[in-house]
């Protein structure tokens, strides 16, 4: 779905299924809890995020705050839940809050803390702020392994735009890939894409570009956007419609 009022309904719809629960397992973990809770806590936080739920982001972006002072407090943001906590606060994040989060990134001498405040950046919603996730990742304070995966993340949200930056910059993104990973990354970047005219070039990089030994495990990423084009002009008007009969208009 891309923005527009039908997008927000059908994430209203969805927030209706899931955030009750969430509500049953709650922010903080319990001494009785099942593992498969604690690992449901962290995909619902990220995924209600990702639908525009309010209470979640508005409580993602305290703990954060919290979290990184100054000073950085850790027992702030456990890190049964730090993951998703530091993607939903990038998530909306305004520049101010992008700064903080990218400042933290590049200060930590943790690696692992510093691996997931760089992914978290990529998550944000606002394309200038992903455009600036993706000139960080190919500047020298991410690890070389990390800049690639905040590039993907990047896609997640903006895979058009992250389409259009790997192209550009594909030397220096090769230099962060082992050979097993170079001929999936630049298609892999189009998973999420609704762009016919990103399918064109798509089709064209992996004539021109990809070897022929690799080209059938990279050709699905066309069969899938062909795809999503497809249910873009068939599917979409039928659900629209659906959601309005159930009161999501």
């Known amino acids: 779905y891309g923005p527009g009022p039908q997008r927000d309904s059908l994430r209203a719809y969805a927030r209706k299924l899931l955030k009750p629960e969430f509500d049953s397992i709650g922010w903080d973990r319990k001494e009785s809890e099942q593992s498969n809770e604690t690992v449901l806590r962290e995909i619902l936080i990220a995924a209600l995020a990702q639908l525009d739920d309010q209470e979640i982001k508005v409580e993602a972006d305290k703990r954060f705050r919290a979290y ?24 909306s994040a305004d520049k101010d809050l992008y700064d903080v989060m990218s400042g933290l990134a590049k200060s930590t001498t943790d690696s692992f803390g510093k691996d ?24 020298d304070d991410p690890a070389k392994t990390t800049g ?3 590039i993907q993340g990047v896609a997640a949200g903006h895979p058009d735009l992250a389409w259009q930056f790997a192209l550009a910059n594909w030397e220096k993104i090769t230099e962060r890939l082992d050979e097993m990973q170079r001929s999936k990354f630049l298609p ?11 399918l064109k070039e798509l089709e064209r990089y992996i004539a021109e570009k ?19 084009l497809q249910v873009v002009e068939r599917l979409l008007p039928e659900m629209d419609k659906w959601l309005a009969s159930h009161g999501y208009a």
């Open 68 to 91: 990184a002072g100054p000073p950085v407090k850790p027992d702030a943001l456990l890190a049964i839940i730090r993951r998703p906590v530091l993607q939903a606060a990038a998530l």
């Open 116 to 139: 997931q405040l760089f992914i978290a950046l990529a998550w944000a919603e606002n394309a200038s702020l992903a455009q600036q996730s993706l000139e960080i990742a190919l500047g």
């Open 148 to 150: 690639p995966k905040m």
């Open 188 to 198: 892999g970047l189009t998973a999420t894409s609704r762009s016919a005219k990103v």
């Open 210 to 228: 990809v070897p022929e030994v690799a080209r059938k495990s990279v050709e699905r990423y066309v069969a899938d956007l062909k795809f999503r």
